[in-house]
């Protein structure tokens, strides 16, 4: 037998397994259970050849036919190499279009022809149900995509219908907080009327909100309000029920293409390769974004000394401790300048003086990008959001700056008592009752809409409306005046925080936003401070210009590729043990498999 030919045949068998295993893969989420199911569909697939031979012994077309599976076109050259070497001639360049049955039709040229037949079979199996195979994530087209104008010539790549989507039509209600005209034509994310249903569960249920550039927006929500789920839309990883989405004017429906050019995502969950260094993550990334080499060392190093990993900047992401793996993965995030960055708890795992540190990072990055981030520290969205969006239950609550949201909804200032010796009094509940009464009558001959506001162990609290602070100093010196006789060791007063706002919009203090519409009561106040908004459109001029040497299309689809391979060798050097068991152990028994067939 010639080895050539063999080693032409083995070198098209194994790339036609590779592309059926990824063809099996499509339809698992988990490696584990393809993995499984591939082996034992591997091994059923060997009973097509076995069942031909043994039925028509004198060869037919089912020989051939049976060569659709990588597991039967192996078995039938195994089948033909024996009745070749049999006969004392094997597989040469005279015997390879011979019939190797005495009915015809079966020849080794014909077999490897399936087997070529099969590499493009399988290529092109795994594209079209990788596209329309329903999984967890990712957006899927319609079977008959193929036979749509839309998708061989595309969509063109410019701004959604604002009149068809009413985009620009901002929502409104005595919870929203209006932007400018300016600001809602800068706008960068829009969402209106955005669902999504899991069964009979809608996670997300009719959304409308808009951020503008420039600014970095909260979203917040109690566990499981679709928080989560909503960036998970918008950045293309689960598709939508009903309503429409736009980033930087594209729809987030047919035109993901062109926003992942500029977007940058920080995942709830770090995604960095455990083998791989600081260093080599933020290269790779680079690369993924479409920064030429030349950009890349300075933008790297910008990087890295913005988050405070310049010591770490050669170890692997497996020895970093939580809060710097959060740190790697903000960096990935902002590396390359994207237009639009998601944020989901990018500060969770941190110190609190990391926190603080990357705080700046994200205002400082913010004045090029629209910045939208989801956390549960009340206090980090207060200090660091321009302007946050409330959820409850899947439906959007509020939105506004901060001091819009206090404002709204906020009890006013909280003056807060602490009692004198709580643990003498505890067993005297009215003499506890008597002396509140006493404060409440004292605090009301100054502040008449004065509540209690709670009363629990050493402490008790009074709500004071925000429009009684003209009365407050005369109020200060009556307490002062008083304290030690009404049973008190100091009092202090705050204003209402971020997380009593929240509580209250958790408890059900305000319903779902009624609808999108530009006729809020303030379009006269609106407009008039339109000359404030941020211009989003310098901006957006600011990052092309950033982005102008970038590379697009063929070219960046090269560095991405020459990337991915450069992270696989990476990995095989590191991982000497895997690298042994993948290549060297299977190349062993090829090269024993061909010695013992000559």
């Not at 990993?309 to 692997?316: F, G, P, Q, S, V």
Request: aromatic residues 10%; glycine residues 8%.
């Amino acid at each position: 037998t010639n080895q050539f030919i063999q080693f032409i045949f083995y070198t098209f068998w194994v790339a036609s397994l590779i592309l059926w295993n990824f063809f099996i893969s499509t339809f698992f989420s988990r490696s584990i259970t393809a993995t499984i199911v591939g082996c034992f569909a591997y091994t059923l697939t060997l009973v097509p050849a076995i069942v031909t031979r043994i039925t028509i012994p004198n060869g037919s077309g089912a020989w051939l036919a049976a060569c659709i599976f990588p597991a039967g076109a192996m078995n039938q050259w195994g089948a033909a190499l024996a009745i070749l070497e049999q006969g004392k001639s094997g597989i040469t360049w005279n015997t390879f279009s011979e019939d190797i049955t005495t009915s015809g039709n079966v020849t080794c040229a014909g077999i490897l022809g399936m087997v070529i037949f099969d590499c493009f079979l399988y290529a092109l199996l795994t594209w079209y149900f990788d596209a329309v195979w329903p999984t967890e994530y990712g957006t899927r087209h319609p079977p008959w995509f193929l036979f749509t104008k839309k998708y061989w010539f595309g969509t063109e790549s410019s701004r959604s219908d604002d009149g068809a989507l009413k985009l620009t039509e901002q929502e409104s209600g005595d919870a929203v907080e209006p932007l400018t005209p300016q600001q809602m034509a800068n706008a960068s994310v829009v969402v209106r009327g955005l669902t999504k249903r899991f069964g009979e569960v809608t996670a997300v249920n009719d959304l409308s909100v808009t951020f503008v550039p420039g600014q970095v927006s909260g979203l917040l929500g109690h566990n499981g309000a679709g928080k989560t789920t909503t960036i998970s839309i918008l950045t293309g990883m689960i598709g939508r029920s009903a309503g429409r989405a736009t980033i930087d004017g594209y729809d987030t429906e047919t035109q993901m293409d062109e926003i992942r050019a500029s977007l940058g995502i920080c995942p709830q969950f770090d995604v960095l390769w455990p083998t791989l260094t600081v260093r080599e993550h933020l290269r790779l990334y680079a690369a993924f974004a479409g920064m030429e080499k030349a950009q890349v060392e300075s933008e790297l190093t910008t990087s890295v000394e913005e988050v405070a990993l310049t010591e770490k900047i050669d170890n692997r992401s497996s020895d970093l401790s939580g809060g710097m793996k959060r740190k790697l993965s903000l960096a990935i995030a902002f590396i390359g300048n994207p237009s639009v960055v998601f944020l989901d708890e990018p500060t969770s795992g941190m110190d609190p003086y990391s926190r603080r540190f990357i705080w700046e990072v994200i205002r400082k990055r913010a004045t090029n990008s629209t910045v939208l981030l989801t956390t549960h520290f009340l206090d980090e969205a207060d200090l660091l959001c321009d302007r946050i969006a409330i959820m409850t239950a899947g439906h959007l609550s509020c939105i506004g700056s901060p001091l819009f949201l206090k404002g709204r909804f906020g009890t006013g200032y909280l003056l807060t008592f602490a009692r004198r010796g709580s643990g003498s009094t505890a067993h005297l509940p009215s003499l506890v009752q008597h002396t509140a009464n006493n404060t409440l009558r004292l605090i009301q001959k100054f502040v008449p809409h004065a509540v209690v506001h709670s009363d629990v162990g050493a402490e008790l609290s009074f709500s004071l409306p925000f429009e009684s602070t003209s009365t407050f100093s005369e109020l200060f010196k009556a307490l002062d005046a008083q304290l030690n006789d009404l049973g008190y060791t100091s009092y202090g007063i705050s204003c209402t925080t971020l997380e009593e706002v929240f509580l209250s919009l958790a408890h059900g203090g305000v319903k779902k936003i009624v609808k999108t519409g530009d006729e809020s009561d303030d379009s006269d106040e609106v407009a008039a401070n339109d000359e404030e908004g941020i211009d989003g459109h310098m901006l957006s001029i600011k990052r092309k210009e950033m982005r102008a040497h970038f590379a697009k299309s063929n070219a960046l689809l090269f560095i991405q590729f020459k990337r991915l391979l450069w992270k696989r060798v990476l990995n095989y050097r590191r991982t000497v043990r895997s690298t042994l068991m993948q290549l060297i152990v299977p190349s062993l028994f090829t090269v024993l498999a061909l010695y013992m067939t000559t």
